[in-house]
């Protein structure tokens, strides 16, 4: 419902990933955690993914495409580098705790959240719209080539414009957004992992 799987083409692969699982299973399998938007690396191991090479990429497994050599490293919009970012790091942790819930998210319940947290942050500027004001506090926080390699849609002019989606959000109404953009959102409003988990677990 928030778009989590959307936006991200073709299989990537951790190769530890593959490794261990075939090592301890004799078989491997594709991990949701490494496909989610702006993130090119493995959460566990630490290193960058590899893109497979090939046209039906999902009718084999990990292991097999790493086997035959069909597997190369990412055009990456998101170094490796970045895994230290802690503000890549809050919106890495919105995006898993989207992924791991048991059941579905509201997002009229999480809009009203959002927008209450939004409306009592220290330093707003009330003179420009909500969306405005938000996306701005983000460019500030996050790495700006990141934030534009991978959500043109948002940050393709600095200092950011105008957004509908957002603003509507931001205004706690009945409004979705891609998961991606939420894990903006809340990256930017809260101060830790932990912190951007929680949040997400009590907007219901």
């Known amino acids: 419902m928030l778009g989590l799987l959307l936006g991200i083409g073709g299989a990537r692969i951790c190769p530890e990933c593959a490794d261990a699982d075939f090592s301890q299973h004799n078989c491997s399998w594709y991990r949701r ?24 990429p999902f009718n084999s497994a990990p292991i097999y495409w790493r086997k035959q050599g069909k597997v190369t490293p990412l055009v990456s919009t998101s170094p490796y580098e970045l895994n230290q970012d802690a503000f890549v790091s809050r919106y890495m942790a919105v995006l ?17 959240h959002l927008a209450a947290v939004n409306d009592s942050r220290a330093g707003r500027n009330t003179s420009t719209s909500r969306s405005e004001d938000v996306l701005a506090y983000i460019s500030r926080r996050a790495p700006i080539v990141w934030l534009q390699a991978n959500f043109q849609e948002l940050f393709g002019s600095i200092p950011p414009v105008y957004e509908r989606n957002v603003e509507l959000v931001l205004s706690g109404r009945k409004q979705a957004m891609s998961a991606a953009h939420y894990g903006l959102l809340i990256a930017a409003l809260v101060d830790s992992p932990d912190a951007a988990a929680a949040f997400v677990d009590s907007s219901e």
Request: charged fraction near 25%; glycine fraction near 4%; include cysteine.
């Open 96 to 112: 898993l705790a989207l992924l791991w819930r048991d059941r579905p998210l509201v997002d009229e319940d999480l809009n009203k």
């Open 33 to 56: 955690s490494h496909h989610l938007p702006g993130i090119d690396w493995c959460r566990a191991h630490r290193v960058p993914l590899l893109g497979v090479v090939a046209s039906a």
